[in-house]
């Protein structure tokens, strides 16, 4: 389901901090299911004593994203219940006290592009990938927190991606912003592990201090903390209100369920 493991910040010196990896390790792709999105929130939530985290995924594809067919045979109460979980996932991202950085070693649309706004840094595999959020097209709404995320990095760019559910191939991603740089597919994991050093070699409280005023607007898209579960209880709404509306679920089915 997750590979959590820990690598030193320095090469050879075990007490210079730990960096926490994690690779997603769902066969076939990686797909969000409510228990993975659960052990994802308890990895990244776990790893505020560490000096940053590198999430990742399997050669050739990060995640597919959301489980559809696992979700279609969901009630509301499941759905409204995965939803809040997403949206608590995109939180601890958001509000990692750590950086984020994000390994995107092939495909990655839809949830796993989700996740990946709200990191720090994008490292993404050259090649015929695909990444992007793509709701549109199945009939989904990505709501007020992705789309601020997803703009806030893409800019002007974010209206006809999102409105078209347009999935864009790494080149592109980076021009655009999504992505800040790319590699060769077999050496993601290694540079998106590199940078996170880069970032824990810099002076630690003026770098978190820098990156806390940086990343002030993706935390305010979420509100004020003490509002967590009300805006937590409206997203898990919103998922069940656009995921029963009867074309959606005819769309669904018709492009995942043949397939099993």
């Known amino acids: 389901m997750l590979e959590i493991s820990e690598t030193s910040v320095r090469d050879g010196i075990p007490d210079s901090g730990t960096i926490r990896m994690i690779k997603l390790a769902r066969p076939p792709v990686n797909a969000l299911n409510a228990e993975l999105v659960r052990k994802l929130i308890e990895a990244v939530s776990a790893a505020k004593s560490d000096s940053a985290i590198v999430i990742t995924g399997q050669p050739g594809l990060f995640s597919g994203g959301l489980d559809v067919p696992a979700l279609l045979a969901m009630d509301r109460e499941g ?20 950086p984020v950085v994000f390994a995107i070693t092939g495909h990655c649309p839809a949830g796993g592009t989700v996740l990946a706004i709200h990191g720090d840094y994008r490292v993404m595999a050259r090649g015929e990938f695909r990444m992007g959020l793509n709701e549109v097209q199945v009939g989904l709404f990505p709501g007020g927190v992705i789309h601020g995320a997803f703009k806030r990095l893409v800019g002007g760019h974010a209206a006809q991606l999102l409105t078209r559910g347009a999935l864009i191939d790494p080149a592109t991603a980076l021009r655009m912003g999504l992505v800040d740089e790319l590699c060769d597919a077999e050496q993601v994991p290694a540079r998106a592990l590199e940078v996170a050093r880069e970032i824990c070699a810099l002076p630690r ?56």
């Open 205 to 260: 409280e003026p770098m978190l201090r820098t990156r806390a005023l940086g990343r002030s607007d993706l935390v305010e898209l979420f509100g004020n903390p003490g509002h967590a579960m009300l805006r937590e209880r409206e997203f898990g709404a919103m998922g069940v209100e656009m995921w029963f509306v009867p074309a959606t679920q005819e769309r669904l089915r018709s492009m995942f369920l043949k397939k099993r």
């Open 79 to 98: 759905i409204a219940a995965l939803f809040i979980d997403l949206w608590r996932l995109q939180r601890a991202i958001a509000t990692s006290p750590v």
